[in-house]
């Protein structure tokens, strides 16, 4: 037996290469009341008062204390949380939502949750002398957005209209033309497909951009500055079709980050720069920069 042994039974995950980007995460659950206790929560006649404003901080401290209470989440800095209720006079119960907003590496939907639950067990509390027997249920993530995943809808919920009108785009590029260019000897010459730059068409047209021209070019400084750009060549197809068509397309480049044509290029008419290979991450500063 080792004479030192290592024990580790857990592991947070390592979220530091992952880019920033804007996640939103709706959840919501239900407090079922009793009669007496339901009437006096509409009413807000309480003996410990209105139930409502008392919850909605609640809900905002429990979202913001996420991290204190489940140990494998990150602390994330929030941008923003919202609690609200809707009442269910049929059933005698209070549904709460709550919806938490960061610029982040990773989602908000435990915020989401805890804030829904800080709320939840608030009204609870606050109801508890009135009538003991009270039950919460249907805790859940309605939806979430950014990140790899995108938009997701838990198929499975009711969700409010509200909710889903606040659901961005899921083609926020729909009104978008945008020309890629892959500088690339080897695939230009025909030694390996070029994955990156067509992934990158895949993308942006699952975004909704309309791509109106891709091309696969040496990459060749004089080449690229000389023909593409001044005096012609095969390269000048591209602007040529851009020019010819009006189509105001902005410019994506796939290239080696250290191409010496890397910073003329982003100088130029250029959208973004790429490195290859291209990734997931590096596509999400191009949808935030192509929506302004």
């Not at 945008?178 to 497909?193: F, L």
Request: with cysteine; hydrophobic share 40%; proline share 6%.
């Amino acid at each position: 037996m080792a004479a030192r042994e290592l024990i580790s039974n857990f592991s947070m995950i390592d979220v530091g290469g992952k880019r920033h980007t804007t996640r939103r995460a709706v959840a919501a659950g239900t407090i079922h009341l009793g009669p007496n206790a339901f009437v006096k929560v509409r009413d807000k006649t309480l003996p410990k008062g209105d139930c409502f404003p008392m919850a909605e901080i609640a809900g905002v401290n429990g979202a913001k204390q996420c991290a204190n209470l489940l140990p494998m989440c990150h602390p994330l800095p929030l941008d923003q949380v919202l609690v609200s209720f809707e009442l269910d006079h049929d059933a005698q119960a209070v549904r709460v939502f709550c919806e938490a907003a960061a610029h982040a590496k990773t989602g908000v939907e435990m915020e989401a949750l805890a804030g829904a639950n800080g709320a939840l067990l608030c009204i609870w509390d606050l109801c508890k002398g009135t009538d003991p027997v009270l039950r919460i249920s249907d805790l859940e993530l309605l939806t979430k957005t950014g990140g790899k995943s995108g938009v997701w809808i838990n198929p499975e919920a009711s969700i409010p209209d509200w909710v889903h009108e606040r659901l961005p785009s899921t083609t926020p590029l729909s009104e978008r033309k945008i020309a890629v260019v892959v500088m690339s000897d080897r695939a230009s010459d025909g030694t390996y497909d070029d994955e990156s730059g067509r992934y990158l068409v895949d993308s942006l047209t699952e975004q909704g951009a309309e791509v109106c021209e891709y091309q696969v070019i040496p990459d060749d400084f004089d080449l690229i500055i000389c023909e593409v750009f001044m005096k012609g060549g095969d390269g000048q197809t591209i602007l040529n079709y851009v020019n010819e068509k009006s189509l105001s397309c902005s410019f994506i480049w796939l290239s080696k980050p250290e191409n010496e044509t890397v910073t003329w290029v982003k100088s130029s008419t250029a959208l973004g720069f790429i490195p290859k290979p291209f990734k997931d991450p590096d596509f999400f500063p191009l949808i935030e920069k192509a929506e302004e």
